[in-house]
């Protein structure tokens, strides 16, 4: 678990580098550091992770779609990141508490989303998106690597209450340049606070590739915080599955945080508001679909005789369904009116809230007038 001290100079030598039990070309490969924690795992688990990953990019779509359509203000695409999400999320336990960022619809998906649940903050609608406490995930995050250190805070309370926990941050490649990923990996350490940062290398914050932030693995700066950590492939569900399941271990049995490098790609923009083609080639997107992360699990469930086509066909029906689902929830969505954005926001009406709330009226009956 020793970081890499190669450069980063080739994306296909720098994928080498990472662990993993499925090759790109679907054939299961050895991997003593992971294979324990996977034992567990037979092939109807396997088919499972592999609806899981379906549906998941059956919503996406569904949401850039909804998006196009206006019936969004944003979506952040997760296109391509299927497995670092369902693996690691499918491995956290109902207790463990999620600090996200904004992309992750996956796991979301793991912890039991409801279809509205992935549509509400997008839309600009009243909430958080969801329940937190139901879901056990804190809200979607927008400033970038914030959520790393609300983590860590929910990690001390978890040693102050003695529960049986971990929070667990999950962040961008592009969050690793914020000084709140780092200062949380520092306070992470020096209280061996039971988080687990989980990195989704996709190796473009935005239009800035991942090698020109940093020249060597991002797994190798956490050690330099006394922190281990892991570089896993991330389109390799298997591996992410037991690479988390290693991290939760390692924080859940009293030995500080760990973190997890995630290596796989963002297949689409940056978000909705996003135009890629400006800033990378077609031949890079090219190579990254050859190890899409659906098509190597079906490729290793079919060379073992565990793939049929009434599996392939309740998936889709499965993922239609859902995503069927998430646009009733999102078109049938009633925006409250806009005067009530001052209710619940102190305990007490006070003056000063009182002569807002009549200047914001005033403004809001303009529009009418008009």
């Given at each position: 678990?020793?970081?890499h001290?190669?450069?980063?100079?080739?994306?296909?030598?720098?994928?080498?580098?990472?662990?993993?039990?499925?090759?790109?070309?679907?054939?299961?490969?050895?991997?003593?550091q992971?294979?324990?924690?996977?034992q567990?795992?037979?092939?109807?688990?396997?088919?499972?992770?592999?609806?899981?990953?379906?549906?998941?990019?059956?919503?996406?779509?569904?949401?850039?779609?909804?998006?196009?359509?206006g019936?969004l203000?944003?979506?952040?695409?997760?296109?391509?990141?299927?497995?670092?999400?369902?693996?690691?999320?499918?491995?956290?336990a109902?207790?463990?508490?999620?600090?996200?960022?904004?992309?992750?619809?996956?796991?979301?998906?793991?912890?039991?989303?409801?279809?509205?649940?992935?549509?509400?903050?997008?839309?600009?609608?009243?909430?958080?998106?969801?329940?937190?406490?139901?879901?056990?995930?804190?809200?979607?995050?927008?400033?970038?690597?914030?959520q790393?250190?609300?983590?860590?805070g929910?990690?001390?309370?978890?040693?102050?209450?003695?529960?049986?926990e971990?929070?667990v941050a999950?962040?961008?490649?592009?969050?690793?340049s914020?000084?709140?990923?780092?200062?949380?990996?520092?306070?992470?350490?020096?209280?061996?606070?039971p988080?687990?940062f989980?990195?989704?290398?996709?190796?473009?914050a935005?239009?800035?590739?991942?090698?020109?932030?940093?020249?060597y693995?991002?797994?190798?700066?956490?050690?330099?915080?006394?922190?281990?950590?892991?570089?896993?492939?991330?389109?390799?569900?298997?591996?992410?599955?037991?690479?988390?399941?290693?991290?939760?271990?390692?924080a859940?049995?009293?030995?500080?945080?760990?973190?997890?490098?995630?290596?796989?790609?963002?297949?689409?923009?940056h978000?909705?508001a996003?135009?890629?083609?400006?800033?990378?080639?077609?031949?890079?997107?090219?190579?990254?679909?050859?190890?899409?992360?659906?098509?190597?699990?079906?490729?290793?469930?079919?060379a073992?005789?565990?793939?049929?086509?009434?599996?392939?066909?309740?998936?889709?029906?499965?993922a239609?369904?859902?995503?069927?689902?998430?646009?009733?929830?999102?078109?049938?969505?009633?925006?409250?009116?806009?005067?009530?954005?001052?209710d619940?926001?102190?305990?007490?009406?006070?003056?000063?809230?009182?002569?807002?709330?009549?200047?914001?009226a005033a403004?809001?009956?303009?529009?009418?007038?008009?």
């Amino acid at each position: 678990m020793s970081p890499h001290n190669t450069p980063i100079v080739d994306t296909e030598h720098d994928l080498e580098l990472t662990e993993r039990v499925i090759a790109p070309d679907g054939s299961r490969i050895a991997n003593p550091q992971l294979d324990r924690y996977i034992q567990d795992v037979d092939f109807r688990m396997l088919r499972d992770l592999h609806r899981d990953m379906v549906v998941v990019r059956r919503i996406d779509s569904e949401g850039v779609a909804l998006q196009r359509q206006g019936q969004l203000g944003l979506w952040a695409p997760c296109n391509g990141q299927e497995a670092a999400q369902v693996g690691t999320g499918r491995a956290l336990a109902a207790r463990d508490f999620v600090f996200p960022s904004y992309r992750e619809t996956g796991v979301m998906y793991t912890r039991g989303a409801a279809p509205g649940d992935y549509a509400r903050m997008w839309r600009g609608e009243e909430g958080a998106a969801y329940d937190p406490a139901e879901l056990r995930i804190a809200p979607l995050q927008i400033i970038i690597g914030a959520q790393s250190l609300h983590a860590v805070g929910y990690g001390i309370g978890i040693q102050h209450d003695g529960a049986d926990e971990v929070a667990v941050a999950y962040f961008g490649d592009g969050a690793t340049s914020q000084g709140d990923v780092n200062e949380a990996m520092i306070f992470a350490s020096s209280y061996r606070a039971p988080v687990v940062f989980v990195c989704q290398n996709n190796h473009w914050a935005i239009s800035e590739p991942v090698g020109l932030q940093s020249q060597y693995p991002l797994a190798g700066r956490a050690p330099g915080f006394g922190i281990p950590s892991m570089r896993v492939d991330g389109n390799d569900v298997l591996a992410c599955l037991a690479a988390m399941r290693w991290a939760l271990d390692h924080a859940r049995s009293g030995k500080g945080p760990a973190y997890l490098e995630a290596v796989t790609y963002r297949m689409g923009p940056h978000t909705t508001a996003d135009d890629p083609k400006r800033y990378r080639e077609e031949t890079e997107l090219a190579k990254w679909r050859e190890r899409d992360p659906i098509a190597r699990l079906e490729a290793y469930l079919r060379a073992a005789g565990e793939l049929s086509q009434e599996h392939l066909d309740a998936v889709q029906a499965e993922a239609d369904v859902a995503a069927r689902e998430m646009r009733a929830a999102c078109i049938g969505m009633v925006t409250r009116p806009a005067i009530e954005v001052f209710d619940g926001v102190y305990a007490e009406p006070h003056s000063g809230l009182d002569r807002q709330r009549g200047e914001y009226a005033a403004y809001l009956a303009s529009f009418e007038e008009a």
